[in-house]
């Protein structure tokens, strides 16, 4: 069974870095892609990219490129996403979630969320 | 970047009636790789069509996705109280991928 749990909720103050996590298992983690979607308060979702672990091969959507970094560690199954100076605009819940198969695929499997909240 | 707008923003229909949500593409998407995925209040998104007409699995089949090219179209036959949710559409034929901007599903 394919499992996605990402961290926790984080409060930061703005400028702060974070790294979050997005920790799979159930499947071979290094053949699949992995989005990181983004829901600001109150609104929709924002494809923000994607990394495929075996080859590092990181998309990112250019309204988020140089914003944020995208990785992944396959000796823990484990995607990240993460900031080196937050903004009080970057408060929003962060899904990660599995493409069903190829690159051009639906996303399939979705973890349950990390909120992160940044207020000075 | 291809833009999807969904329409209406918001539903007003009772249980057991049908809806239909639209998306419409500012330009056409690639194989129809569009899919619909439903969210309820403090959850994380559920996909629920792919391909713009297949059922992910387990998703009962009151859910039909149709359409091609740029215009898609969500439809419930029978509403039941657990549908009412927000629902969006995504392309993925193009990167960026994006997303409709949700259509909120409530009952009248």
């Known amino acids: 069974e394919v499992q996605i749990v990402q961290s926790g909720a984080e409060v930061k103050k703005p400028g702060e870095s974070l790294k979050i996590s997005c920790e799979t298992s159930g499947y071979n983690f290094n053949t699949h892609w992995i989005a990181w979607v983004r829901q600001m308060p109150g609104k929709g979702l924002e494809w923000m990219g994607m990394?495929?672990?075996?080859?590092?091969?990181?998309r990112y959507n250019p309204s988020f490129e140089g914003q944020v970094t995208m990785s992944a560690d396959k000796s823990i199954s484990t995607a990240y996403l993460q900031w080196t100076s937050l903004k009080a605009s970057d408060t929003a819940m962060y899904y990660c979630?599995?493409?069903?198969?190829?690159?051009?695929?639906?996303?399939?499997?979705w973890g349950q969320g990390t909120l992160v909240t940044v207020s000075s | 970047e291809i833009v999807l707008t969904q329409s209406p923003g918001t539903l007003s229909l009772s249980p057991g009636e049908r809806a239909t949500v639209s998306c419409k593409a500012s330009?056409?998407?690639?194989?129809?790789?569009l899919a619909w995925y439903q969210q309820k209040l403090g959850q994380a998104p559920r996909r629920l069509i792919y391909g713009a007409s297949t059922r992910a699995t387990g998703i009962p089949d009151r859910f039909s996705g149709s359409g091609s090219g740029t215009d898609f179209t969500l439809t419930i036959s029978r509403l039941e109280p657990e549908d009412f949710a927000i629902y969006f559409c995504q392309q993925y034929g193009s990167s960026p991928y994006t997303f409709g901007q949700g259509t909120k599903l409530e009952i009248k």
């Open positions: 979630a599995r493409h069903l198969d190829t690159a051009m695929s639906s996303l399939a499997y």
């Open positions: 990394i495929y672990p075996l080859a590092s091969d990181i």
């Open positions: 330009q056409s998407i690639r194989s129809n790789y």
